[in-house]
Each structure stands twice: as structure tokens, then as C-alpha cells.
């Protein structure tokens, strides 16, 4: 399809500030020839976007698998310098703070963008505490790539984390991920916002191999807050309960669109 592309930044690290990207840059098309180096959850939601809007569709992919959110973010988003911060003998490169901003978003600031997409969260759930920290340095990224655009209500999406992993005994390991996610939904309270749930897609794989789902998924939430679509984008979310007087619990659900059915119900509903 090529009123599809991709624009994607070399893997590329720095420690200082840079206003020009890495070489190596380059518009392709989605066409066989190019389509195998695209972002798979970026094709995909590129693609039910468009077949939403007609419109053409360019992606800017700038990724670095396996990195914290720090290393997305700028000193001044942080509150702190970089030389300040001592992190554990052996840690990846790609794992220190500002190190992908510097290169690999720092200079697209500015260029015009319908929003944002964002990926990532697993780094930051090695442990208990990182996991709870996540929402702060979360809510400090997005409002300071807003700024850094001129536009504090730019669109970003995020895909919240699947499910993963096993239950440890140690609740400071396996209770990271849910605490993550939690932290994730609860940055909704940002303006134009959405979350992609993938509770039900995730598998064995840290990386869940169907990303269909994922880029449609994205692709609603931008159709309702980047194009002000009138459509149910979410599955339905927990707004409040209360006890009646014969003891049974009301939950009260956002997002339901025709109503509540269960999953693989036999009866619909």
C-alpha cells in the first residue's frame, strides 16, 4: 500500500542533545520490498487507520527495544543530570536515561505529528519499585513531549503491557507487571489520552506474536481522540460500585457501548 510509509531512526545512542538524526533515515513505502522492516504493531494500526480514514499514512518509527522510559526522556523532564545518576555495573547502554532522546526524538521536535503511539514498560518492571514509580515518569514523558511539539494536547495512545510471565512466591517480582499496568491506566487522567488493553493477547513470549489486534486497537483509540470519531474505542472500564441494601454488589462500567456480553457466551449476553 503506498499511501502507507515508515520513516525510521537508526538505533543510535547519545549522551549530549543532537538537532539533526542519525544517517540512514529514509521514507519507504509498504510494499513487499519494505514492508518486512516495518514496526508490526505500527503497520497494523496504520492500516485499519487508513482503510478508516483515507488518508494516507506516515509512520516515524523510533524504537530501541529493551529500554526504560528514562532513556526516552530529557534531563529537564527527569529533574536531575544524567552524570548524577550511578546505575548498576553491567546495565545496557540503551537502559540509561536520555540516552534515545538525545539522538533519537530530540531532533524531530517540532515536525508535524497527528499524535503519539508508545510501546514500552516491561524495562521498568524488573522490580517492585520501579513498576510503582512508572506512572510519575510516565505523566512527566508525555507532557514533556507536548511541550517539546508546542501542543500540550497532542493525541498519545499507549499499549498497556499483556499479560506475561508466571506467579513467583516473591511478590516483589511477579506483582511489578500488574502494578505497571495499573500505573499506566491511571495516566488516562492526562487530556487526550487512550490506552489498548492486551490483557486477553499476550502469550509466553514477552512480545505477544499477533500484533493485529494491537494495531486496530490503537487505530479506534486514535479514530476517537485524534479524529473525534463517535465510537465505543475501549473495551468497558471500572467506574464505580456500591452495596445494596440486600448486600449485593452494583459495578458500574464506562465504555459499553450496546451493553455488557460475555466473552464466548453461548446466550450473547
Known sequence: NQMIRQFQIPKTLSKEEKDVLPSGCAWTPATKA??????????????ALYADINIPIGIINTSYGGTRIEAWMSEEMLGYDEEDVILADGIYQERQPTVCYNQMLKPLAGFPVKGFIWYQGESNADNIEDALEYGSLFKKMITGWRKLWGN???????VQLPNYGEVYPNPNTWDAWPQLRANQTRTLVLPNTAEAVTID????????????PVGERLALCAGKIAYNEDIVYSGPRYKSHYLNNDGKGV????????????KNSTTGS
Open 34 to 47: 519494505y514492508v518486512g522492516n516495518f514496526t508490526a504493531a505500527g503497520y497494523y494500526f496504520a492500516k
Open 251 to 262: 459495578v458500574k462500567f464506562d465504555h459499553t457501548g450496546s451493553g455488557l456480553i460475555a
Open 152 to 158: 500540550e494536547n497532542l493525541p498519545f495512545i499507549w
Open 201 to 212: 493477547i499476550g502469550d509466553l513470549d514477552i512480545h505477544p506474536k499477533d500484533k493485529i
